[in-house]
């Protein structure tokens, strides 16, 4: 499918917003994801397209990119400008899924970073189909650069507690750490459901958090795609016990019980 770059713009930092308006209506699902191409990249040696999350989709079919410079790929997306033509697939995978016969006394979410990008729509859905149900989020970085969407998630209900490494915004440590101290002060029998979106050493670090805990898990994961769809078999994570599965095809969100991550004993976010 094609589309029309509608705006580009760097936020703060290394991150922008992409804006596009495609030749078709787009309809998702918040955890979903985009597979991206500008038009003009193969000139530059970029000839395969990125996986993107679905940040929101607004009622006029504007489909909205969170993203962050990292990369040849990325740092030619933020040269685009108004008009420019990029090429989309998708969207790809499963979503963010809320049980609505089986409510929790809380959704909690954790991101790091851009991390956030799938989660801010997520929000929106929560309030939309759970309204009286607290949400609270726990957002880390580095420093008070890598915060990003607080205002919006504070407007769609969500309390919001954050995190940065070098003490500058928040609690001072990871976001792990935030959320390691508040699960330590909760009533053990409160029913929890928890979303994350990050480095897979975090979300392993979170779900051995919670393992002992009555709180179900739901990870999106970050990895590397050529195709989006299965093909390239590049995205493959171990399941619980025996095989892979397909970030692309089975993912990119599982339930946290599903899933083998690996362990870090640092990360970015």
């Given amino acids: 499918m094609k589309a029309q770059v509608f705006s580009n713009q760097c936020i703060k930092g290394p991150y922008f917003k992409l804006v596009i308006k495609p030749i078709q209506k787009l309809t998702f699902i918040p955890g979903q994801f985009l597979m991206l191409r500008p038009a003009e990249s193969a000139s530059s040696g970029i000839f395969l397209p990125r ?22 790929g990325t740092e030619f997306m ?26 929790p006394d809380e959704f909690i979410i954790a991101a790091g970073g851009i991390g956030i990008a799938p989660l801010l729509s997520f929000t929106e859905l929560i309030r939309f189909t759970c ?6 989020v726990f957002l880390g970085g580095r420093g008070s650069m890598d915060l990003l969407c607080v205002e919006e998630l504070e407007k769609n209900g969500a309390e ?14 990871y976001v792990t750490d935030a959320l390691d101290e508040y699960l330590r002060r909760i009533n053990p029998d409160r029913k929890l459901t928890l979303y994350s979106c990050g480095p897979n050493p ?36 171990k399941k619980r016990g025996a095989g892979y599965y397909l970030v692309c095809k089975d993912g990119p969100v ?8 690996e362990a870090g004993f640092s990360y970015e976010t």
């Fill in 254 to 261: 599982f339930n946290g019980d599903m899933i083998e991550l």
């Fill in 131 to 136: 309204p009286e149900i607290p949400v609270k």
């Fill in 202 to 237: 975090m979300l392993r670090r979170i779900y051995d958090m919670v393992s002992s805990l009555n709180i179900k898990t739901f990870f999106s994961l970050e990895a590397n795609m050529a195709c989006g769809m299965g093909l390239c078999m590049g995205c493959a994570v």
């Fill in 78 to 103: 933020s040269r685009l400008s108004e008009g420019d033509e990029i090429e989309l697939l998708g969207p790809f995978g499963n979503g963010f899924p809320i049980d609505e016969n089986i409510i």
């Fill in 160 to 173: 919001v507690v954050v995190a940065t490494q070098d003490g500058s915004a928040g609690m001072n440590g």
């Fill in 51 to 72: 996986p993107f999350s679905i940040h929101s989709v607004s009622e006029d079919n504007h489909i909205e990119i969170l993203y962050k410079v990292v990369g040849k």
